[in-house]
C-alpha cells in the first residue's frame, strides 16, 4: 500500500521549472526537462524521475559537469539525416531538437535518423521514442553511458546500461513501449533501491574477484570506484545468454559513438586523469520510421496491436494472473496517478525542501 504522499503534477512540474531555472537553465529548456523527468514517474519508473532531479542534473550543474545552457550545433543535415554536437549542454533539450527535426524528415522520407555527440543525461529513452509514436510512427533510441557494465567473462566495467529503445503505435489506448536497459540492472534502479534501504537482488552485480554483491549503497561505492560491474542482460557467463546482453549492449555502444563520432566507453566516466570531475561527453542515436510509406498506418497499427492482444490471450503459467505486453504497466501506473499525482518519499521531500530554501522559492508542500 503506497504511503507516501502524493503532490499535485502541476506543481511538481512549476517547483521544478523554477528550480532549473534559478540553476541557469532557460525557461523553455526548463520546462522541457521537467517533463521529461516527470513522464518518468507517470509511467512508474521512480528510477529516473523525481529521484534524479538532483542528484543528476543540479548537482552536475553546480560541479561543472553540465551546462546550464544547450548550445546545439548542427554539424550534418541530409533529407534523411541529423548529426548534432550538444556542447555538454542539457542532453534533454538537444534530444528534443533532434526527435523535432527527425520526425519531419520521416514524413517525407519514410526514415529518418539522427546521433548527438557531447551531450548529457537524456532522462528515460522511452520519452524520444514516444515523441515518434504521437506523430504515428516507429521511434527507436540508444544512448552510452559511463561505464559500469562488464563484458561476459570480465569483471572490469566497460560499458554503460545502453538502453535500446522502440516505441511502436498500435490500434489500442496504448502503444508497444520497450524500454529498458540492455544490463540486468541501471544504476538508478540501485541508486533507488539505496534511498530506500533495499538490497540489491543477488546475480545482478560482480564484483573484481567475481563475487556477487547485494548492498546497494556498497555497489554504487564500488562501481563508481571500478571494483565492480553490472552485469549485461543475461547474467553471468552464457548459460543463461549473457552474450546476447552483452551483444545488445555493445551494437548501443558503437551507434551511440561511431554515427557521430563521439568518445566511447571509459572515456565516458566524467573523471580526468586526476579523478576530478569532468563533462561526461555522452552520445545518443535515434531513428523514426514512418509506416504510411509501409502498409500505411491504420494497418500497421491494426496489426501490432492483433500481436499485442493475441500474446495478452494465450495460455497463462500456473499462478499467473494475467500476461503484460511492453508498455501496458507504465500505463496503469498513469492511470493510476493521473489524478492523485507524484508519490514522493522521505529523502525527495528534504531536497525539495533544501532546493526551495537554497533557490529562494515559495512552495508550500503536502507534506509541511
Not at 93 to 119: D, F, R
Not at 127 to 147: D, F, L, Q
Not at 202 to 208: D, I, Q
Request: glycine fraction near 10%; aromatic fraction near 8%.
Amino acid at each position: 500500500m503506497e504511503n507516501r504522499p502524493y503532490v499535485d503534477w502541476k506543481l511538481v512540474n512549476d517547483f521544478m521549472i523554477d528550480v532549473f531555472k534559478a540553476y541557469g537553465v532557460p525557461e523553455a529548456d526548463a520546462a522541457i526537462c521537467a517533463d521529461v523527468l516527470l513522464e518518468s514517474d507517470r509511467r512508474g519508473i521512480e528510477s529516473h524521475g523525481c529521484n534524479r532531479f538532483k542528484p543528476i542534473y543540479l548537482d552536475r550543474i553546480k560541479n561543472g559537469t553540465l551546462k546550464p545552457v544547450t548550445e546545439i550545433e548542427i554539424l550534418k543535415d541530409t533529407p534523411a539525416t541529423v548529426v548534432m554536437d550538444a556542447h555538454d549542454g542539457m542532453g534533454m533539450v538537444a534530444s528534443h531538437k533532434m526527435m523535432e527535426m527527425l520526425i519531419e524528415k520521416a514524413k517525407v522520407c519514410g526514415i529518418a535518423a539522427g546521433a548527438i555527440k557531447n551531450s548529457t543525461h537524456y532522462g528515460i529513452a522511452g520519452y524520444w521514442t514516444t515523441m515518434a509514436e504521437k506523430a504515428g510512427m516507429i521511434g527507436i533510441s540508444g544512448t552510452n553511458a559511463r561505464p559500469s557494465v562488464a563484458p561476459t567473462f570480465g569483471v572490469e566495467p566497460m560499458m554503460g546500461t545502453n538502453p535500446l529503445t522502440w516505441t511502436i503505435p498500435t490500434d489500442e489506448e496504448f502503444p508497444f513501449n520497450f524500454d529498458c536497459a540492455t544490463s540486468t540492472i541501471q544504476n538508478g534502479k540501485i541508486e533507488y533501491y539505496e534511498r530506500i534501504g533495499h538490497e540489491t537482488p543477488a546475480g545482478l552485480v560482480v564484483s573484481e574477484n567475481g563475487e556477487t554483491l547485494t548492498d546497494s549503497g556498497e555497489i554504487l561505492r564500488q562501481i563508481r570506484a571500478g571494483h565492480a560491474a553490472l552485469l549485461p542482460l543475461g547474467g553471468l557467463g552464457e548459460q543463461t545468454g549473457g552474450y546476447k546482453g552483452y551483444g545488445f549492449t555493445t551494437i548501443v555502444e558503437i551507434m551511440s559513438a561511431a554515427l557521430c563520432g563521439g568518445p566511447f566507453m571509459q572515456a565516458l566516466n566524467g573523471k580526468d586523469a586526476d579523478g576530478k570531475p569532468e563533462m561526461y561527453h555522452l552520445g545518443h542515436f535515434f531513428i523514426v520510421i514512418n509506416p504510411e510509406f509501409f502498409c500505411g498506418l491504420d494497418t500497421f497499427k491494426k496489426t501490432s496491436g492483433d500481436i499485442c492482444r493475441a500474446l495478452r490471450a494465450s495460455k497463462k503459467a500456473p499462478g499467473a494472473e494475467r500476461i503484460y505486453t511492453a508498455g501496458e504497466k507504465e500505463h496503469e501506473a498513469w492511470l493510476d496517478r493521473k489524478d492523485k499525482g507524484v508519490p514522493v518519499g522521505d529523502s525527495i521531500q528534504k531536497e525539495f525542501m533544501q532546493l526551495r530554501d537554497e533557490c529562494g522559492l515559495d512552495y508550500k508542500f503536502p507534506w509541511e
